[in-house]
């Protein structure tokens, strides 16, 4: 089992990290790109469990952990040693009501015991101000109240509020219900409240995953994914983070800490793919919502590849005063991405929005005008695709004329020509303008001397970003040339059933461990190869490198599966999802 033994619950508001111990260790607040209230998961400079909402079990021996079927309501049972145990039910409430869907930035904690004569403490301690400020508490019949200047954070519980107050142990005889959210009275009893959410909840995710079209094969792996990326989405913009995490080290002491609770428009791209292959449009239709707002904000000028998660364009970095993940700081606020020349980002735009001029269920379709829209951003593409930038793994001193980013452009132009057909319009523009790149990339990305497809315009070196060209349809996948640059990438980047972005040194060095998306990418090659057994063989070692709770993280270290980088990363679990779709053995055979 991976030592990130984390678990994720949410909304499409809120979302939040528990242990395997039942502690909620991250939490944002408004938004995921919030004051992490809860904090622990990056250390704290004051008391062990400050910080985090531990509940305590006197003589604990063990947990378990797991999500109720199909859900993403978290159970964490914890056992003492004389067999005594309690459960702990976690989730943020979402469910259809009054003809919209209710989702508020709250946190139900549900406890009940189940063996024994339990006894347990509660140690509820949030922080603001970045783990900087420690807040006044009050306190009524009913609930606890957290206070700094502007800032109210509210817990309204049947629990005793006096045993809450001073963390005493206490037996717990009865089911306990806990509403931890922003400073407003509760509507009713929380204990009716508590059994009434969780059912609407666990409906809701029951009757989202239903309408899943899932492959044969992994179903569980599948489904667990589609959950966790829906919980990566904010709804109310349409925006997708990263990860709801910043700065889990890809690697131990690397400083390779990064803030990923933003929206990476090549990121998003990819999980509103993955999650269109299960049918869920949805995603996709808020999604091009938050894109046409990028449109419409760069008016056609300069296209960041970041954006904050309510379309803010200045993520300036910054540094937090805590001691980070394991004591592995920094940690940082904010990406200096923000600033970055990524070509690929045209791509990513067009890409994401091609889907809409094609598919009837769409409640909102593409028209001309959105077609012109797009238009601006395939100039853009066609003007930039030979420029140098930073490429798609940002690198921070260093510009070439990444492939990868020409490959990006090209697709740009390639899905205009396709776009402007399917509206009667002549596509001939912009097929010169997509052979144009595609004979360039051809020319000045390719080796002879390596006998492969290279990660720049006259380079030498492999990148695994080079396992896209089938992906966007620039090759076909038997291809020689496509053929001869995977498995150059195998030779060069493959560690055991793992795979590295890159070899080459970049502003921290080389690379030290396994990019997962990055063997997901590569077992898709292979499958696209007519390898499919050894595609499938690793395929089944990053299922066997989840945690027990089937997430993933960014990055694996080859030699030990342990995971490192944020967390839950989308493109791992796009990863999951993609793998399973490419590989599975269809229904029509089998049934």
């Known amino acids: 089992m991976s030592s990130m033994a984390l678990g994720i619950i949410g909304n499409c508001s809120i979302s939040a990290l528990i242990d395997d111990r039942g502690r909620i260790v991250w939490w944002c607040l408004p938004r995921p790109d919030g004051d992490p209230v809860f904090h622990a998961l990056l250390g704290s400079n004051g008391r062990p469990d400050d910080g985090a909402f531990t509940i305590e079990l006197e003589d604990y021996s063990h947990s378990e952990q797991y999500y109720i079927e199909n859900t993403a309501i978290l159970r964490t049972r914890l056992i003492a040693t004389d067999g005594s145990a309690i459960e702990i039910e976690d989730f943020a409430p979402r469910f259809l009501a009054r003809g919209r869907v209710f989702r508020p930035a709250q946190i139900v904690r549900r406890l009940r015991p189940l063996a024994g004569t339990p006894r347990i403490a509660m140690k509820l301690r949030p922080r603001f101000g970045w783990g900087g400020v420690k807040p006044e508490i009050t306190s009524g019949s009913n609930h606890i109240r957290f206070v700094t200047d502007g800032t109210a954070l509210r817990v309204t519980t049947d629990a005793p509020i006096t045993f809450i107050r001073d963390e005493s142990f206490f037996v717990l005889n009865r089911e306990l219900n806990l509403f931890i959210g922003p400073d407003e009275s509760l509507s009713g009893r929380p204990g009716t409240l508590g059994r009434e959410f969780q059912e609407e909840t666990e409906y809701y995710w029951k009757r989202w995953t239903l309408r899943l079209a899932l492959p044969l094969e992994w179903q569980e792996a599948v489904i667990r994914a589609a959950i966790t990326l829906k919980l990566c989405t904010f709804e109310e913009t349409g925006a997708i983070v990263a990860a709801v995490t910043t700065s889990i080290p890809e690697a131990p002491y690397s ?127 066609f003007m930039l695709y030979d420029q140098p930038d930073a490429g798609i793994w940002e690198l921070r001193t260093r510009a070439r004329i990444h492939t990868s980013s020409s490959l990006m452009c090209w697709a740009a132009l390639d899905r205009l020509a396709k776009v402007a057909n399917s509206l009667g319009l002549s596509p001939k523009h912009w097929r010169a303008r997509a052979n144009e790149v595609h004979a360039r990339i051809c020319e000045e990305a390719w080796n002879p001397k390596v006998g492969a497809f290279v990660e720049s315009f006259g380079g030498e070196d492999m990148d695994a970003s080079l396992l896209l060209m089938a992906e966007v349809g620039f090759l076909e996948p038997l291809d020689p040339r496509f053929v001869a640059t995977v498995d150059k990438i195998g030779e060069s980047l493959r560690r055991g059933n793992h795979l590295y972005r890159y070899d080459a040194a970049d502003d921290f060095g080389r690379p030290e461990v396994a990019f997962n998306v990055c063997t997901f990418w590569y077992l898709d090659a292979l499958a696209r190869m007519e390898r499919r057994e050894e595609a499938r063989e690793i395929y089944e070692t990053m299922l066997g490198c989840r945690n027990h709770l089937g997430l993933l993280s960014e990055d694996v270290d080859p030699k030990t599966n342990q995971l490192w980088g944020n967390f839950p990363q989308t493109y791992s679990m796009v990863g999951i999802i993609n793998g399973a779709v490419r590989l599975s053995r269809r229904w029509d055979k089998v049934i």
């Open 255 to 381: 400083e390779r800490n990064w803030d990923y609770r933003y929206c990476w428009l090549r990121d998003a791209f990819f999980v509103v793919r993955a999650l269109n292959a299960l049918s869920d449009l949805e995603t996709m239709q808020n999604y091009l919502s938050y894109i046409r707002d990028i449109i419409a904000l760069t008016k056609g000028d300069h296209i960041q590849p970041v954006f904050g998660i309510g379309l803010e364009s200045d993520l300036i970095e910054s540094f937090a005063d805590l001691p980070g993940y394991n004591g592995m700081g920094p940690v940082r606020v904010g990406n200096q991405a923000h600033e970055h020349h990524q070509h690929d980002v045209y791509g990513n735009i067009v890409l994401a929005a091609a889907q809409a001029f094609f598919d009837k269920r769409l409640l909102r379709q593409g028209s001309i005008d959105d077609f012109r829209h797009l238009e601006v951003i395939g100039d853009r593409a």
